[in-house]
């Protein structure tokens, strides 16, 4: 047994740690199986002295452990060893770090300081400062943070490898500083820059192209931190002695891109100007930094027919394109970013809007590599002009994000399903930008709360979110009120609005799927009050029927069964769509109350969820289970919240089913339906049919993008036509990450990997196949150690490997076998033969439709069982529409008519 990683607040040897009670996490590795944690200690150090030992705790919590030593001191370096003993004799340890940051905003005495130019300069003020030091350095921390976007240089070297700090939250009550390790960057004689640019601070932002949403000056407050070897210790802050100037930078923003003139002689210095803000909401930097994470190569260069020169670098990204360029002096280059390119080949940056999104580099003469510091763009393509001579070699494109752990991996036999995989880990990392952006290419790039409630389960499976979505939920609730609800894009700079369903349900979702994926307790705490308050606001807004009918509603925002009229909120009923959600929200608050032991208001909420039930079967739901807004999404609500009562599920399932055979096997849902169609399919018998809607390849379907090229998830599911034309509803990303959230049921359904318990302490593994998919492999890297779910169906055989980490039990549902087992931690491989598997085989999607035209016994065994189905709704359906009918709609009628013969076959085979 050994212990593999030691996480503090989920992150390896932390500096400027800013929790006061931070929770220790360790991964056990065994060969053995059956591994139990039996018992843990935990030393905390500080300088050799101990100020906090557990001594031997007989527990089997090896996550989330909090510290409850002496109170931690600012600035200061930590020790941490955990030792840890198993079920089977066995001990390790393991060592790591911490060091706190300031732990309170005012420690920092440096002064905010800001420049007096003229409003009409863009060029980005760096702030200097020159000084001396004397002694001998042992340690230097630098802690920063600016009202714009910053970075600093230390004798002309860019310190730490991060971008867009200080991050972007709600900077009227929450601003985050940063810590960076700066050893061995002073000289005798220094020089300190920091250059600000507008960011989202300053910055033309939202929709409106709104300037100065925040304020109209940047500003900057920085201290160095000297610690000399001889114990002593100096602080350089900003202060009125620094001077400020401007430097090549002349302009930037991040929907309009950057200038960058490289000839341009530095400005004169002038003197700062001393500027207030309030240091007490000043916070440490509160989830992993933006880094670039991936470097792309070129892939192509093209010359378009309009004569356009472009490069593709083969992927929709976020971030911007490294230019290493040896040009006259002077010379001005512009690199133009662009999603897609149109049907004729042409360079179309319209998905952008009105965002600009132009880098402009003008030349000195040198060998020089350009790249912005500011600005971020959404891109595939770039379209290059002023340089003559283009040689793919020179041009890398730097994908940046949050730099968020990846936790998940999916694979399966079926290629697109691979590339849809792929697309929705992009737009993840495309979109988790510092907030989860809803696109990062627009005139928008805001955080959307109903992308990111959709969103969040399925994220939280591709990357660890923990820390991402801690901070973004106190930027929530932070602008949360009890007049108004939750906003519907955090931060929010759109001013007074009330909530509205779906989106604002972020408040109690997102913290909820925390805690179930990691186990976090805390993240309950700390957002409880904004998780009850928004439940509250509901229940503030409803009518004597005790349901939530007024106000706007985004509805089943873009759902295909109206977006034919100008509506995008489409056809369901918005008002039934609140109330699902009121019902849902406020089982979680109630859950929530339960776990953390507030026993009045889990009761409180108790009532209120059993009354919002009633209240919505009597309102939504006919004496004779007929659903008044009989669409997909009206259905699957319904079904998937777990509203309606027993008896009224299977008309309602019998509905939906109707409405997608109707639809020709597709879905017609938007934002709120979309993430949970399959899952109510196959959680009513219907596994086959979400499998099918699921691998549809056209219109509309999650397939039918990647067929189309897409290498990120679209807006619309009609972002392109299939003839090539482009939505131009004025709304058309290419690059939204809320369709992608069918990745929850790729991993749950497909590869079987579930929590039972919160934290993954107890794991279901269920996989359950569908046609056209003869294997799946997942892995998902929980806070317990990795989960692994693989099968494979192939010559008449089921092979299923799976990995349990150490510290965790799992029950196991092998594939197409009736009962569960239970198993301990270890790898496991499971093969055998079943009669079903065969079918699954020989019936499988890969399976040409002529071939099962060609069994004789598919058409008998139609016309004998057939009537005898009549029972099953879906063999109902396609009965009624009789087999002529069917076939004559060819080639759509493939599916259907496979699961006709599938149901029978399935049939016959049991007599
Ligand atoms: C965004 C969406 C968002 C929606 C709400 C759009 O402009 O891109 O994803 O949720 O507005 O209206």
Same mark, same amino acid.
């Given at each position: 047994?050994?212990?593999?990683?030691?996480?503090?607040?989920?992150?390896?040897?932390?500096?400027?740690?800013?929790?006061?009670?931070?929770?220790?996490?360790?991964?056990?590795?065994?060969?053995?199986?059956?591994?139990?944690?039996?018992?843990? $200690?935990?030393?905390?150090?500080?300088?050799?002295?101990?100020? &906090?030992?557990?001594?031997?705790?007989?527990?089997?919590?090896?996550?989330?452990?909090?510290?409850?030593?002496?109170?931690?001191?600012?600035?200061?370096?930590?020790?941490?060893?955990?030792?840890?003993?198993?079920?089977?004799?066995?001990?390790?340890?393991?060592?790591?770090?911490?060091?706190?940051?300031?732990?309170?905003? !005012?420690?920092?005495?440096?002064?905010?300081?800001?420049?007096?130019?003229?409003?009409?300069?863009?060029?980005? #003020?760096?702030?200097?400062?020159?000084?001396?030091?004397?002694?001998?350095?042992?340690?230097?921390?630098?802690?920063?943070?600016?009202?714009?976007?910053?970075?600093?240089?230390?004798?002309?070297?860019?310190?730490?490898?991060?971008?867009?700090?200080?991050?972007?939250?709600? /900077?009227?009550?929450?601003? @985050?500083?940063?810590?960076?390790?700066?050893?061995?960057?002073?000289?005798?004689?220094?020089?300190?820059?920091?250059?600000?640019?507008?960011? &989202?601070?300053?910055?033309?932002?939202?929709?409106?192209?709104?300037?100065?949403?925040?304020?109209?000056?940047?500003?900057?407050?920085?201290?160095?931190?000297?610690?000399?070897?001889?114990?002593?210790?100096?602080?350089?802050?900003?202060?009125?002695?620094?001077?400020?100037?401007?430097?090549? +930078?002349?302009?930037?923003?991040?929907?309009?891109?950057?200038?960058?003139?490289?000839?341009?002689?530095?400005?004169?210095?002038?003197?700062?100007?001393?500027?207030?803000?309030?240091?007490?909401?000043?916070?440490?930097?509160?989830?992993?930094?933006?880094?670039?994470?991936?470097?792309?190569?070129?892939?192509?260069?093209?010359?378009?027919?309009?004569?356009?020169?472009?490069?593709?670098?083969?992927?929709?990204? !976020?971030?911007?394109?490294?230019?290493?360029?040896?040009?006259?002096?002077?010379?001005?280059?512009?690199?133009?970013?662009?999603?897609?390119?149109?049907?004729?080949?042409?360079?179309?940056?319209?998905?952008?809007?009105?965002?600009?999104?132009?880098?402009?580099?003008?030349?000195?003469?040198?060998?020089?590599?350009?790249? #912005?510091?500011?600005?971020?763009?959404?891109?595939?393509? +770039?379209?290059?002009?002023?340089?003559?001579?283009?040689?793919?070699?020179?041009?890398?494109?730097?994908?940046?994000?949050?730099?968020?752990?990846?936790?998940?991996?999916?694979?399966?036999?079926?290629?697109?399903?691979?590339?849809?995989? $792929?697309?929705?880990?992009?737009?993840?990392?495309?979109?988790?930008?510092?907030?989860?952006?809803?696109?990062?290419?627009?005139?928008?790039?805001?955080?959307?709360?109903?992308?990111?409630?959709?969103?969040?389960?399925?994220?939280?499976?591709?990357?660890? *979110?923990?820390?991402?979505?801690?901070?973004?939920?106190?930027?929530?609730?932070?602008?949360?009120?009890?007049?108004?609800?939750?906003?519907?894009?955090?931060?929010?700079?759109?001013?007074?609005?009330?909530?509205?369903?779906?989106?604002?349900?972020?408040?109690?979702?997102?913290?909820?799927?925390?805690?179930?994926?990691?186990?976090?307790?805390?993240?309950?705490?700390?957002? /409880?009050?904004?998780?009850?308050? &928004?439940?509250?606001?509901?229940?503030?807004?409803?009518?004597?029927?005790?349901?939530?009918?007024?106000?706007?509603?985004?509805?089943?925002?873009?759902?295909?069964?109206?977006?034919?009229?100008?509506?995008?909120?489409?056809?369901?009923?918005?008002?039934?769509?609140?109330?699902?959600?009121?019902?849902?929200?406020?089982?979680?608050?109630?859950?929530?109350?339960?776990?953390?032991?507030?026993?009045?208001?889990?009761?409180? /909420?108790?009532?209120?969820?059993?009354?919002?039930?009633?209240?919505?079967?009597?309102?939504?739901? !006919?004496?004779?289970?007929?659903?008044?807004?009989?669409?997909?999404?009206?259905?699957?609500?319904?079904?998937?919240?777990?509203?309606?009562?027993?008896?009224?599920?299977?008309?309602?399932?019998?509905?939906?089913?109707?409405?997608?055979?109707?639809?020709?096997?597709?879905?017609?849902?938007?934002?709120?339906?979309?993430?949970?169609?399959?899952?109510?399919?196959?959680?009513?018998?219907?596994?086959?049919?979400?499998?099918? +809607?699921?691998?549809?390849?056209?219109?509309?379907?999650?397939?039918?993008?990647?067929?189309?090229?897409?290498?990120?998830?679209?807006?619309?599911?009609?972002?392109?036509?299939?003839?090539?034309?482009?939505?131009?509803?004025?709304?058309?990303?290419?690059?939204?990450?809320?369709?992608?959230?069918?990745?929850?049921?790729?991993?749950?359904?497909?590869?079987?990997?579930?929590?039972?318990?919160?934290?993954?302490?107890?794991?279901?593994?269920?996989?359950?196949?569908?046609?056209?998919?003869?294997?799946?492999?997942?892995?998902?890297?929980?806070?317990?150690?990795?989960?692994?779910?693989?099968?494979?169906?192939?010559?008449?055989?089921?092979?299923?490997?799976?990995?349990?980490?150490?510290?965790?039990?799992?029950?196991?549902?092998?594939?197409?076998?009736?009962?569960?087992?239970?198993?301990?931690?270890?790898?496991?491989?499971?093969?055998?033969?079943?009669?079903?598997?065969?079918?699954?085989?020989?019936?499988?999607?890969?399976?040409?439709?002529?071939?099962?035209?060609?069994?004789?016994?598919?058409? @008998? +065994?139609?016309?004998?069982?057939?009537?005898?189905?009549?029972?099953?709704?879906?063999?109902?359906?396609?009965?009624?529409?009789?087999?002529?009918?069917?076939?004559?709609?060819?080639?759509?009628?493939?599916?259907?008519?496979?699961?006709? *013969?599938?149901?029978?076959?399935?049939? /016959?085979?049991?007599?």
């Amino acid at each position: 047994m050994r212990l593999e990683e030691l996480r503090i607040e989920y992150q390896a040897k932390p500096i400027g740690l800013d929790v006061r009670k931070p929770r220790f996490s360790w991964i056990i590795a065994s060969d053995e199986k059956n591994v139990l944690q039996t018992a843990y $200690s935990i030393l905390v150090t500080k300088d050799g002295e101990t100020v &906090w030992n557990t001594g031997r705790v007989d527990s089997n919590s090896s996550v989330l452990v909090e510290y409850q030593g002496i109170e931690l001191e600012p600035c200061s370096l930590y020790n941490v060893l955990v030792e840890v003993w198993d079920n089977k004799g066995n001990q390790s340890c393991i060592e790591s770090y911490f060091e706190t940051g300031l732990l309170k905003g !005012t420690n920092l005495k440096a002064d905010w300081i800001t420049h007096n130019f003229e409003a009409e300069e863009q060029a980005c #003020p760096v702030f200097v400062k020159e000084f001396k030091t004397e002694k001998e350095i042992d340690t230097v921390r630098v802690y920063a943070t600016a009202l714009g976007v910053y970075e600093i240089k230390i004798n002309g070297e860019k310190i730490g490898d991060t971008y867009f700090a200080p991050g972007w939250t709600n /900077y009227k009550k929450r601003l @985050q500083y940063q810590t960076y390790k700066a050893d061995g960057m002073l000289k005798e004689d220094n020089k300190i820059e920091i250059t600000i640019g507008n960011g &989202w601070y300053k910055g033309i932002f939202g929709f409106m192209c709104t300037p100065n949403i925040y304020g109209d000056r940047v500003a900057a407050l920085a201290e160095i931190h000297i610690n000399y070897v001889d114990g002593t210790k100096e602080i350089i802050g900003t202060d009125e002695s620094w001077k400020v100037t401007t430097g090549a +930078i002349r302009s930037s923003e991040i929907y309009m891109g950057e200038t960058i003139d490289s000839c341009y002689i530095e400005d004169e210095v002038s003197d700062v100007q001393l500027f207030s803000f309030d240091k007490n909401i000043i916070v440490g930097q509160e989830s992993e930094p933006v880094r670039i994470t991936e470097r792309l190569s070129a892939k192509e260069f093209i010359v378009t027919p309009k004569g356009e020169r472009l490069i593709d670098f083969g992927q929709n990204i !976020t971030g911007f394109v490294e230019v290493k360029v040896k040009g006259t002096v002077g010379q001005k280059i512009t690199i133009k970013h662009a999603e897609v390119l149109d049907k004729d080949g042409n360079f179309y940056p319209e998905t952008l809007r009105q965002a600009v999104s132009h880098d402009v580099y003008i030349c000195n003469g040198e060998e020089q590599t350009f790249i #912005p510091h500011f600005t971020f763009h959404g891109f595939r393509y +770039i379209c290059i002009e002023g340089l003559e001579e283009i040689k793919l070699e020179n041009f890398t494109a730097c994908a940046m994000h949050t730099h968020m752990e990846q936790t998940g991996s999916f694979t399966c036999s079926n290629p697109l399903v691979n590339q849809l995989q $792929s697309n929705i880990q992009w737009s993840q990392r495309d979109n988790f930008l510092d907030i989860p952006t809803d696109c990062p290419q627009r005139d928008e790039r805001l955080g959307w709360t109903g992308d990111a409630q959709v969103f969040a389960a399925t994220a939280a499976y591709n990357h660890n *979110v923990a820390l991402f979505f801690t901070k973004w939920l106190r930027d929530l609730a932070s602008e949360q009120t009890k007049e108004l609800g939750v906003p519907h894009v955090i931060p929010n700079i759109l001013g007074a609005q009330e909530g509205a369903s779906a989106w604002s349900d972020a408040a109690t979702i997102i913290p909820w799927v925390i805690y179930q994926t990691y186990g976090d307790v805390r993240i309950l705490e700390d957002q /409880y009050e904004s998780m009850k308050g &928004w439940v509250d606001f509901i229940t503030s807004r409803c009518g004597e029927n005790g349901l939530w009918q007024t106000g706007f509603q985004y509805g089943d925002w873009l759902a295909l069964d109206k977006e034919e009229s100008a509506d995008r909120t489409g056809a369901t009923d918005k008002y039934l769509v609140a109330n699902a959600y009121y019902a849902y929200s406020t089982d979680i608050v109630r859950k929530a109350a339960k776990i953390l032991n507030k026993n009045e208001d889990a009761k409180i /909420y108790d009532e209120l969820y059993e009354k919002i039930k009633i209240a919505f079967n009597d309102e939504y739901i !006919t004496k004779t289970g007929r659903m008044v807004s009989e669409t997909q999404t009206g259905c699957v609500v319904a079904l998937h919240f777990d509203l309606a009562e027993e008896k009224y599920r299977e008309r309602i399932v019998s509905a939906l089913a109707t409405n997608i055979a109707n639809h020709k096997n597709h879905l017609s849902t938007g934002f709120v339906g979309t993430p949970y169609i399959c899952h109510a399919l196959s959680d009513n018998n219907l596994h086959d049919l979400a499998g099918t +809607i699921f691998l549809q390849e056209d219109y509309p379907s999650w397939l039918y993008s990647v067929k189309k090229g897409a290498t990120t998830i679209w807006e619309r599911w009609n972002s392109i036509l299939p003839n090539g034309d482009f939505d131009v509803s004025g709304m058309n990303s290419l690059n939204h990450y809320a369709y992608g959230s069918i990745g929850e049921w790729m991993y749950k359904r497909l590869a079987g990997i579930n929590a039972l318990e919160p934290g993954y302490k107890k794991i279901l593994i269920k996989p359950e196949f569908i046609k056209g998919i003869n294997s799946v492999s997942a892995t998902f890297k929980s806070v317990h150690g990795e989960i692994k779910s693989a099968w494979i169906c192939k010559d008449k055989c089921i092979k299923v490997d799976i990995e349990i980490p150490a510290n965790t039990t799992a029950i196991v549902y092998l594939p197409e076998q009736e009962n569960p087992i239970e198993i301990g931690s270890g790898s496991y491989h499971y093969e055998y033969v079943t009669e079903t598997s065969l079918e699954k085989e020989r019936f499988s999607m890969d399976t040409k439709l002529e071939e099962i035209m060609n069994e004789p016994i598919a058409v @008998q +065994i139609f016309t004998q069982y057939a009537p005898q189905m009549l029972d099953n709704p879906m063999i109902k359906l396609v009965y009624q529409n009789t087999l002529a009918e069917v076939l004559s709609s060819a080639p759509d009628i493939q599916p259907l008519f496979q699961m006709v *013969v599938d149901t029978l076959n399935k049939s /016959y085979k049991s007599e």
